[in-house]
């Protein structure tokens, strides 16, 4: 059973918000506030991670209309290179995004446990069945149908963006942070600063790459996926850029380095000694929206490498009813309650995560370079064709691979071990490929 076209615009600029904004701008502004030293360059990094994601998304957005299939992010490197390495970089993703989701819900079971747990079982314990049961609270929602779990996205997204913009309107309170000696960190250079800031605020602005694993997904994909995509982080940048304004007017630059609960501290100033708990609430539908979203998208990545014949074909079932593919799905959500016990510290998460999708999202953004080639036959049908290119492309991926060295710059036995991962998704690849093939042939 294939994969039917049910989601319109609407549902897919949702779906683009949601896969960007998680628990990252709530979070990784105390880290780049420390790492920049000054508010000018901590504006600065923003603004430039906000323009290098502008052109990225606006080369995935004609990668998606060129290329529109099911598991888009899977299928264009393996169009474009070749399958092994698509599978070297796309099952490194599949971790790091479960790990992801996993650190994203027990951040928001810290907020929300004061809410709905008793004092006496506020530990980790605890925090852990409450992220646990909003995982398969969201896995009973996407098996039954895309159309379901889309519908409760776009409620979780305007949620998001709402909170966001809750947080916006926090510049027009009479609250303003007392003056502060602003401490710089002259003893390193722009390299450093820039390189070292980069890897939390691409985190928090990445996701929107996945919107190209709905190629099948959408109506008017080569039509519909540019618009989205162009939307939604139109939307994000516009958050992003006022919610960072806000914390820096209302909490202070000096005190936004220390401090964790940032949207609680924020919220005070509306909803006074109720705005933690109104604010916990929101985190959590937060929560809630961005693992919602990262289980529709991932088990596409499934399908497509079953189409390739790397994972058995049970992978790439749908049921035809609800066009969930139950197997994918399963799968993938026993692999974010597993890696639930697995957990080190949110920081270190990051460091993964931004390894992974750096070296992902510069393969995957360079494949426009082959498909401008390889599809030259459907210029002029209608498809999304970028301007300023090649430049645009070139500038998001030389920007993404100076990330990457600095993450091997910064802690470079990390980012070994995590290159072990990656590459030893090369022999995996061989061995599923002949485990697949020899299970065919015996049936």
């Not at 603004?47 to 598991?71: N, Q």
């Not at 409620?155 to 027009?172: A, D, N, P, S, W």
């Not at 990390?414 to 995996?428: D, K, N, R, Y």
């Amino acid at each position: 059973m294939s994969i039917k076209p049910k989601l319109g615009p609407f549902d897919l600029t949702m779906i683009v918000v949601g896969l960007v904004i998680g628990m990252g701008i709530f979070k990784t502004p105390v880290s780049v506030a420390r790492e920049t030293g000054t508010p000018s360059l901590f504006y600065a990094v923003w603004a430039l991670a906000g323009l290098v994601s502008l052109c990225g998304a606006l080369t995935y957005a004609e990668i998606g209309s060129r290329y529109p299939v099911a598991g888009g992010f899977y299928k264009v490197c393996s169009y474009g290179y070749h399958p092994a390495y698509s599978f070297m970089i796309n099952w490194t993703l599949v971790i790091s995004n479960a790990a992801s989701i996993a650190a994203v819900c027990i951040v928001g079971a810290e907020y929300i446990g004061p809410v709905l747990l008793p004092e006496a079982v506020q530990h980790e314990g605890g925090r852990k069945a409450i992220a646990i049961g909003a995982v398969l609270f969201l896995y009973v929602i996407n098996m039954m149908g895309i159309r379901m779990s889309a519908n409760w996205q776009n409620i979780l997204t305007v949620v998001k963006i709402g909170m966001v913009l809750l947080l916006c309107l926090t510049v027009f309170s009479n609250h303003v942070a007392p003056p502060a000696t602003v401490t710089t960190t002259a003893s390193h250079g722009w390299f450093y600063i820039f390189g070292a800031a980069l890897v939390p605020v691409f985190f928090t602005y990445g996701g929107y790459q996945q919107t190209i694993n709905f190629g099948s997904d959408v109506r008017e994909p080569a039509k519909n996926t540019p618009r989205a995509i162009f939307i939604g982080i139109s939307i994000i940048l516009f958050l992003y850029l006022t919610v960072n304004y806000a914390y820096v007017k209302v909490i202070g630059f000096e005190q936004l380095k220390t401090t964790d609960a940032l949207a609680a501290r924020m919220a005070e100033v509306f909803f006074g000694e109720n705005g933690f708990k109104i604010t916990s609430i929101l985190l959590f539908l937060s929560v809630l929206g961005y693992s919602n979203v990262n289980l529709i998208s991932n088990p596409r990545m499934y399908y497509a490498m079953a189409e390739d014949g790397v994972l058995p074909s049970i992978f790439k079932r749908v049921n035809s009813k609800t066009q969930v593919q139950e197997v994918a799905l399963t799968t993938f959500t026993v692999m974010i309650i597993g890696l639930l016990y697995f957990l080190s510290n949110f920081d270190k998460i990051i460091q993964y995560v931004m390894l992974f999708d750096s070296i992902g999202l510069a393969s995957a953004a360079a494949t426009i370079f082959i498909l401008r080639k390889k599809t030259v036959h459907l210029d002029n049908t209608g498809i999304y064709k970028m301007r300023l290119y090649p430049w645009l492309p070139i500038f998001f991926i030389g920007t993404y691979l100076f990330v990457t060295v600095n993450i091997f710059i910064s802690d470079w036995q990390q980012a070994l071990s995590g290159m072990f991962w990656f590459v030893a998704g090369l022999p995996i690849y061989f061995f599923m490929k002949r485990a697949v093939r020899r299970t065919v042939t015996e049936k």
